[in-house]
């Protein structure tokens, strides 16, 4: 009898060559196949049954066939994301430069059509939360690539064998932006005093200061925004965002990722999945009131074997005051809320490491005067990691919020 692996290797191979030749190929002989072998009568190259091409606005690109094939062949069920998501590409992706992929049109910048599947659903959550699924042969993120998530939606992965990141991959909202969340991000609302978009949205600028971004973590200040969601990441969506202030537009929530593969994930020792939040707005060059910085948002691994040497991150941005606050940082070191100036104390600083609430903002200026009160940090994101044996190689890694919080954590498939 073969074992476990041994079925799940021979799925894998035979979804890339075509299903019911390779079937009968191992029932027969147990023959090895090549990469030259030619795919099953009406299947294309990855073995599916692809049925006929539909394109509606990016709404649904890949195939409309054997979904259970796929499923099978990764040998599991993912969390959120159901069987009818899952399409069959042709042609595995490696990524080697800027790419920009945007889970709301399903199109991605450096790639060709059939590289990839796409398809959009809505999650169970009692706001039925959209999530673009794309799905890929294999996907390797290069030591130079440089990938943003874009669009709305939070976005996730399907790879059908290996995924492979050794580059840079951010689900966070773009500097200079003007608060506009990405990837499942909460944007900021618009200015004066008003309480930050999400379920953890901050408080707006009052007496006390804007309110930081919550999601795991509670944002920074008296009217910091509360933590909701769950260490499972049962659904998939970003951080919130922090309350704004007279002047301030910046301070969106983090995005979120999940990534799902049939064999393995490698987070290199030069890759990094960055889903942390925007720093808070600033006040300006008055008494006028500063924004909150936007909580971190989510990351969810889901393979048989998970490998992490590099980062892993999803802090919340630091607090806006004279200036705007710090993005969230590549490492597990908290954003930096704006040092005190002449007309607003230090913006409070973000999540990172063990800290997984944001600081509040202070009120005394680079003098000690008793200034406006600078807004607070946001709040850490979820981090999950789920394997076959319920424990994934970190040994090396760097993981922010940190496995020793409750907001990253690891279980089984």
């Known amino acids: 009898m073969h074992g476990k692996r041994d079925y799940q290797s021979f799925s894998i191979r035979a979804l890339r060559l075509g299903v019911w030749g390779a079937a009968v190929c191992w029932v027969a002989s147990g023959c090895l196949l090549s990469e030259d072998d030619e795919p099953a009568s009406g299947m294309d190259s990855s073995g599916i049954d692809r049925g006929s091409e539909t394109d509606t606005g990016g709404v649904d690109k890949g195939s409309e066939?054997?979904?259970?094939?796929?499923?099978?062949?990764?040998?599991?069920?993912?969390?959120?994301?159901?069987?009818?998501a899952i399409r069959a590409p042709s042609r595995a992706l490696e990524i080697t430069g800027t790419c920009e992929i945007d889970g709301q049109s399903g199109t991605i910048s450096c790639a060709q059509e059939d590289q990839f599947a796409y398809q959009s659903i809505e999650q169970s959550d009692p706001d039925r939360t959209s999530l673009g699924v794309f799905t890929f042969s294999d996907l390797t993120l290069a030591a130079t690539a440089q990938v943003r998530l874009a669009g709305t939606f939070p976005t996730a992965f399907v790879v059908l064998g290996e995924a492979r990141i050794v580059g840079i991959l951010r689900a966070m909202p773009a500097r200079f932006a003007s608060g506009r969340g990405l990837a499942g991000g909460y944007s900021v609302p618009d200015m004066g005093y008003a309480?930050?978009?999400?379920?953890?949205?901050?408080?707006?600028?009052?007496?006390?200061?804007?309110?930081?971004?919550?999601?795991?973590?509670?944002?920074?200040?008296?009217?910091?925004?509360?933590?909701?969601?769950?260490?499972?990441?049962?659904?998939?969506?970003?951080?919130?965002?922090?309350?704004?202030?007279?002047?301030?537009?910046?301070?969106?929530?983090?995005?979120?990722?999940?990534?799902?593969?049939?064999?393995?994930?490698?987070?290199?020792?030069?890759?990094?999945?960055?889903?942390?939040?925007?720093?808070?707005?600033?006040?300006?060059?008055?008494?006028?009131?500063?924004?909150?910085?936007?909580?971190?948002?989510?990351?969810?691994?889901?393979?048989?074997?998970?490998?992490?040497?590099g980062i892993l991150t999803a802090n919340g941005g630091g607090g806006g005051g004279d200036w705007d606050g710090q993005l969230a940082r590549d490492?597990?070191?908290?954003?930096?809320?704006?040092?005190?100036?002449?007309?607003?104390?230090?913006?409070?600083?973000?999540?990172?490491?063990?800290?997984?609430?944001?600081?509040?903002?202070?009120?005394?200026?680079?003098?000690?005067?008793?200034?406006?009160?600078?807004?607070?940090g946001g709040g850490s994101g979820w981090i999950r990691l789920n394997t076959s044996s319920g424990a994934a190689d970190v040994a090396e890694a760097t993981i922010s919020p940190s496995l020793d919080t409750k907001c990253a954590s690891e279980g089984s498939l």
């Not at 008494?287 to 889901?302: N, R, T």
């Not at 104390?345 to 490491?353: D, I, R, T």
Request: hydrophobic content about 30%; charged content about 15%.
């Open 65 to 84: 066939g054997t979904n259970a094939e796929v499923i099978e062949v990764l040998g599991f069920a993912p969390t959120i994301i159901p069987e009818s």
């Open 195 to 309: 309480r930050g978009v999400g379920p953890g949205g901050g408080g707006g600028a009052d007496s006390n200061g804007a309110g930081g971004g919550g999601h795991c973590g509670k944002g920074g200040g008296e009217n910091g925004g509360m933590p909701y969601g769950d260490a499972e990441i049962s659904v998939l969506r970003g951080g919130s965002s922090g309350g704004s202030g007279d002047l301030s537009s910046d301070g969106a929530g983090g995005g979120a990722i999940q990534i799902v593969a049939a064999e393995r994930i490698t987070i290199g020792t030069t890759g990094l999945i960055n889903a942390g939040g925007e720093g808070g707005g600033s006040g300006g060059l008055s008494s006028q009131l500063a924004g909150g910085g936007g909580a971190g948002g989510a990351i969810l691994l889901e393979a048989p074997e998970i490998v992490v040497a």
């Open 331 to 376: 490492d597990n070191a908290p954003a930096q809320g704006i040092s005190a100036g002449s007309f607003h104390g230090a913006g409070g600083s973000g999540s990172g490491g063990d800290t997984v609430d944001g600081a509040p903002g202070a009120n005394l200026n680079d003098e000690g005067e008793v200034v406006a009160t600078a807004g607070g």
